[in-house]
């Protein structure tokens, strides 16, 4: 799997748009741009995963550039509830394939 | 939604003590997996299976080993428990859609101690 490199921590106002940024400019073209989160002391939770195209869903929206170098993970009103360790990983579509995280971002919320 | 259920949310037990921790998940899902998180290392893959009665070994499966007799249920087991075995303990779970990519769905985790 491709690996990525995240900014090891972010700020964010609460009812701001965070956008969290993921370099992987090793991505090979079947592999999918996946992010997760990890709350303190919770299991990692699914956020959205994509190939090229741009994804939206009720959580968030996920921005690949054309190249799919890198992308962008966009929570568009940010909460203190979505302080949390977020994490971008690349990997192929096989189902049974290990995750592997990174270090990933700690975004903080603030009021 | 999906749901996965870790048995414990906080263990402790002695050095040499077999554990058992117990994952259910509740959406029919044929791949289950377990990871140890630990500072520093990120996620680990210890076992997964694709199915039932079927194991894979991951990165670290020395000292651990697993069960899975129904599909719903996987179990990792720390034969004779050991202090470097103290972390996190995460227990995931995907569909088989072949082509298809599936996020794994994670349980809240144990957190082992090990005296």
């Known amino acids: 799997d491709a690996k990525t490199t995240q900014p090891p921590s972010m700020d964010c106002a609460e009812g701001r748009a965070a956008n969290l940024p993921c370099n992987h400019s090793?991505?090979?073209?079947?592999?999918?741009v996946y992010w997760y989160r990890q709350i303190h002391s919770q299991g990692p939770q699914y956020i959205i995963h994509?190939?090229?195209n741009n994804e939206t869903n009720e959580m968030a929206s996920l921005i690949i550039t054309e190249d799919r170098k890198s992308s962008t993970l966009i929570l568009p009103h940010a909460t203190l509830r979505d302080t949390a360790v977020y994490y971008c990983?690349?990997?192929?579509?096989?189902?049974?394939?290990?995750?592997?995280f990174g270090t990933g971002t700690r975004l903080q919320v603030t009021l | 939604d999906v749901k996965v259920t870790q048995s414990s949310r906080y263990l402790v037990k002695r050095t040499g003590e077999k554990v058992f921790l117990e994952c259910v998940q509740d959406m029919d899902h044929e791949n289950m997996f377990w990871y140890r998180q630990d500072p520093g290392l990120g996620l680990r893959l210890i076992y997964f299976?694709?199915?039932?009665?079927?194991?894979e070994k991951g990165d670290i499966p020395e000292g651990y080993s697993v069960s899975r007799e129904k599909k719903e249920r996987f179990s990792l087991i720390l034969e004779s428990a050991s202090t470097n075995q103290t972390s996190m303990y995460l227990c995931?779970?995907?569909?088989?859609?072949?082509?298809?990519?599936?996020?794994?769905?994670f349980g809240d985790g144990t957190r082992l101690s090990i005296l």
């Open positions: 995931a779970s995907t569909p088989l859609r072949g082509g298809d990519p599936q996020p794994q769905h």
């Open positions: 090793t991505i090979s073209g079947n592999e999918y």
């Open positions: 994509g190939l090229k």
């Open positions: 299976s694709y199915d039932v009665k079927m194991k």
């Open positions: 990983i690349v990997r192929f579509t096989g189902t049974a394939s290990k995750l592997t």
